[in-house]
């Protein structure tokens, strides 16, 4: 089985014939759908999908993986994720750039009462303003943001909602996966290193980080609760600007 036929298979357990909206009748002896249900409603042969789910068959078309992701109901990243498996995503070959533009340091050091970060692919924060820099001041290394969430017990502190967070983190470093090989490498090293990560990333749940709510239990300001708006920056693939903000007076609080 490929990362294609494993990422069909664990979706395709997680979703109920009532919310494929199939008739149930009788005891089911297999969690969610069954191969045959999403070939009906993909509108593809039940022996073409299985080759599929087994890797057997490994060069589908954009229609058909149009079809299975509705089917599975999969949402616009778990279609994009899809895509990227089945090799129909455009491919880049040069390497994301670690460096952030002067430019864009300034318009994040510009957000004066709300905490910003620049990040990459694998959720590293490659720079941060001052309020960003004092919200996570309690994590041992807060730029290695996925070591820290499952490695660092301050995480758990910080974050009100851990698991939350750390499951909404997980999903986003698996859409950047199939693009990033240093993504991958360390996926496969929290694999071995974190029970918890390998449960949440056996999910194969796929998100982008876009609009979050989180709250921290921070030592020195208490309890903040704020929302992030997620930003791709353009000119530089991979990066983007995370812009958290709240009503409370975060310089006051933090500095």
């Given at each position: 089985m490929n990362d294609l036929g494993e990422f069909l298979r664990v979706r395709r357990a997680q979703v109920s014939p009532e919310e494929a909206g199939l008739p149930v009748s009788g005891a089911r002896r297999?969690?969610?759908?069954?191969?045959?249900?999403?070939?009906?409603?993909?509108?593809?042969?039940?022996?073409?999908?299985?080759?599929?789910?087994?890797?057997?068959?490994?060069?589908?078309?954009?229609?058909?993986?149009?079809?299975?992701?509705?089917?599975?109901r999969l949402g616009q990243n778990g279609r994009w994720y899809a895509y990227q498996l089945a090799g129909l995503a455009p491919r880049t070959d040069k390497p994301d750039s670690e460096e952030v533009a002067p430019e864009l340091l300034q318009l994040m050091d510009s957000f004066e009462s709300a905490v910003a970060y620049i990040i990459n692919r694998r959720l590293d924060i490659l720079a941060c303003n001052n309020l960003a820099d004092a919200l996570l001041a309690p994590l041992a290394n807060p730029h290695a943001m996925m070591h820290s969430l499952f490695h660092d017990p301050a995480a758990r502190e910080l974050f009100d909602d851990w698991p939350t967070t750390a499951r909404d983190s997980v999903e986003a470093l698996r859409l950047a996966s199939p693009d990033d090989p240093t993504a991958g490498r360390l996926v496969d090293e929290l694999i071995a290193s974190s029970n918890e990560f390998a449960e949440f990333w056996k999910d194969h749940g796929v998100n982008s980080l876009g609009s979050k709510v989180k709250t921290f239990n921070h030592p020195v300001a208490g309890r903040l609760t704020l929302t992030y708006q997620t930003f791709d920056v353009q000119a530089a693939p991979g990066q983007s600007l995370m812009v958290g903000t709240t009503d409370q007076d975060l310089a006051k609080l933090l500095t």
């Open positions: 297999v969690a969610g759908l069954r191969r045959e249900e999403v070939a009906v409603l993909a509108g593809v042969s039940a022996d073409y999908y299985t080759r599929l789910e087994q890797g057997r068959e490994r060069n589908p078309s954009g229609q058909v993986v149009d079809a299975i992701a509705r089917a599975l």
